[in-house]
Every structure is written in structure tokens, then in C-alpha cells.
């Protein structure tokens, strides 16, 4: 899926910040963030509830003023040339009012009609996103009647009506069952076919995984890493050991007894489980063994395996923090 890096023509950033400071109040949202993104390329922007995020897609899409720091979209500075910004981009949500009792078509054609496309230029342009976004036969029936994955494939085909350059995707499926995430998932892949770049907001590793060639990963208003997924997971993530004490009484015992680096071992309690992260696995895992042996402690299991995309993320936001906790 990252076969796209590659610059097409008439590349450059898209989308650039650089040092972006947003305060509200004595809160600061965005402490220093960085961004390029390529045209025609899908950037994830990958970070916990509270992270930025929305500040900087609302910093982005001229909807609010940032304190400090450059910020272009589309080649133009969002401060002094925000018109020429909102001409070029599109908002996930920003016609969020559909009317349930008009028909998928009928919506499009309305916003169409908003946005001076003229009656025939609005139903053309209704029909071909419709059938981009798979929605033909559903396009016909009352908005109310549609699932949330419709609805939402719904709501991007209507932040494309104006054919924008620059797509900004707040957390597009949060709220969407595993079945409507796939339909979301299979609609922003093809937005990229058609040229769009797209600025994908989520909390989802995996999301950012199967959708983004490039992720920022944000925590407290700033950038703390940034790659390709693959980049990323073998940066965050090392092969890790799990062993589970017979004895819960002997679970402190066994962490010291281990051979793991104490800033690394996770250990959780309920299920007498304790975790580290692993450079050679077979030597590891006989150095367990034996040292568990040694002590006389006795293990329900020990297993080695690839650590989760959770656990790259959690180490990526924060490294102190306990996997357990
Ligand atoms: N209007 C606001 N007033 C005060 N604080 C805000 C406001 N909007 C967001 N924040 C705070 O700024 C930080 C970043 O918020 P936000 O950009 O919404 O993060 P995210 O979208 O990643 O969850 C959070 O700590 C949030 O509580
Ligand atoms: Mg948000």
C-alpha cells in the first residue's frame, strides 16, 4: 500500500508547518508542530484523545487563527491568503448537515447547486461521485434509511463536490462499526487515485496503517515521530518475551530474577503476567528459562512474539507508560 511515495508531477508540499503554536487560554493545544505533506500523497496524523489533532486541522482549513509558526496549504499561507486556502481544500464534516429526507443524490445535488455548479453540472457531478464511492443504487433512498459506513462515504463525497485539492479527515471513523470502518477505508484509497491529498486524523494504528504513506504520530502539540508505517513499527517495536508466574505472591521475585532492563519490563498484576522487549530471541528466551530455573520459580508460560501495533503506538506516545496500566 506505500508504493505511492513516490513525487508525482508538479510535486512539493501540499500541506507545511512548521513550529505551529496554538494556546487556548493557559492550554497549549500545539506546542511546536511540524508537518510536510506530500501532494498527492495520504499523511496520517496518529495520536490520542487530546493530542492536537483537531486544532491542527482546524489551524489547517483557516477555521482557526494559530499563534505562532508557518502554516501553508496548497501553496498559500493561511493567515494572508485563507480565501485562496478555502478555495482548494475540502473538510470531512463541514456540510455535516445532510437531510435525512432527501436522497443521498439529492443531497449532492444541493450542495452542488450551493457551491454554483448549475442543475446539469450538480447531477453529473452527483451521479460520479455516487458511483466512485459505490453508493449508485443507495443514492436513491432517503438519507435516514442508510448505515453509518453510507452516510459517511456519503459526507467525503460531498466534501468532494468542489473537486478540492487538499482533503482534511477528522477522525473519519470513529463511531463507524468494523464493516462501515472497511467501506471508509476503501473510499479514501481510491480519493488518492483521483489526485487528492488527503490529511487523515485518527486514534487507530492500524487505521493509519493501511491508509497513510506517511504518519506523524502527535502527543502534547507536537510531533514525536514520523515515517512510513513500516518505519515507524520497526522503530517503536522490538521482538518481546511474555511470562506468566504460577505464583502471584512470586511475581515480584521473578522481575528481579529476570534478565530484562528495568525501564522496559512491563508487568502486569491481574494476570501475573511480565513483558520486555528482546534483541536476540532464541538467547533470550533460554537465559528465561534458565533464571526463572534458578530461582525456582515456576512459569505458566513463556512465549515470545512481535509486539502489537498498540504497544508500538503506546511507546511512541509515551514511553514511561506501563502496557498494563
Ligand atoms: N476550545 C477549546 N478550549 C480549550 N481547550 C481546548 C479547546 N479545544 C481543544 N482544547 C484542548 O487542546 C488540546 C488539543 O485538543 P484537540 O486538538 O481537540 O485534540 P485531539 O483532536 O487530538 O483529540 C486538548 O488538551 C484539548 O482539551
Ligand atoms: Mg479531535
Known amino acids: 500500500m506505500n508504493e505511492r511515495n513516490q513525487m508525482p508531477t508538479g510535486g512539493g508540499d501540499a500541506i507545511l508547518m512548521e513550529g505551529v503554536g496554538k494556546r487556548y487560554g493557559d492550554k497549549r493545544a500545539l506546542d511546536g508542530l511540524d508537518l510536510a505533506v506530500r501532494r498527492g ?18 489551524v489547517l482549513a483557516t477555521l482557526l487563527r494559530h499563534d505562532e509558526g508557518l502554516v501553508r496549504v496548497a501553496g498559500h499561507d493561511v493567515r494572508k491568503e485563507a480565501a485562496e486556502v478555502r478555495r482548494r481544500i475540502g473538510l470531512l464534516g463541514q456540510h455535516a448537515a445532510l437531510d435525512e429526507e432527501l436522497s443521498g443524490r439529492q443531497n449532492l445535488e ?38 453509518g459506513g453510507m452516510r459517511r462515504r456519503l459526507d467525503l463525497a460531498a466534501s468532494l463536490i468542489t473537486e478540492p485539492e487538499v482533503l482534511f479527515l477528522d477522525e473519519p471513523t470513529t463511531g463507524l462499526d468494523p464493516r462501515g470502518r472497511g467501506e471508509v477505508w476503501a473510499a479514501v484509497r481510491s480519493l488518492v487515485d483521483g489526485g487528492t491529498t488527503v490529511l487523515l486524523t485518527t486514534q487507530y494504528l492500524e487505521e493509519a496503517d493501511r491508509l497513510a504513506d506517511r504518519i506523524s504520530v502527535v502527543d502534547g502539540g507536537r510531533v514525536v515521530a514520523e515515517g512510513t508505517p513500516g518505519e515507524l513499527k520497526s522503530r517503536a517495536g522490538r521482538d518481546r518475551v511474555d511470562v506468566v508466574v504460577r505464583d502471584a505472591d512470586r511475581l515480584d521475585e521473578a522481575v528481579r530474577v529476570l534478565p530484562f532492563g528495568a525501564g522496559e519490563t512491563d508487568v502486569d498484576r491481574d494476570r501475573r503476567l511480565i513483558s520486555a522487549p528482546v534483541r536476540d530471541r532464541m538467547a533470550s528466551l533460554a537465559e528465561v528459562v534458565r533464571a526463572l530455573e534458578a530461582a525456582g ?11 502489537t501495533l498498540d504497544e508500538a503506538f503506546l511507546r511512541l506516545t509515551d514511553g514511561k507508560r506501563e502496557v498494563a496500566a
Do not use: C
Not at 455548479?117 to 442508510?146: C, I, M, N, S, W
Open 41 to 58: 500523497t495520504v499523511h496520517g496524523l496518529l495520536g490520542p484523545n487530546g493530542a492536537g489533532k483537531t486544532t491542527t486541522v482546524r
Open 110 to 147: 444541493m450542495f452542488g447547486r450551493l457551491f454554483h455548479l448549475g442543475a446539469r453540472g450538480a447531477g453529473l457531478r452527483a451521479d460520479a461521485l455516487l458511483e466512485r464511492f459505490g453508493l449508485t443504487d443507495t443514492g436513491r433512498k432517503p438519507v435516514r434509511q442508510y448505515s
Open 297 to 307: 520459580i515456576e512459569a505458566e508460560d513463556v512465549a515470545l512474539r512481535r509486539p
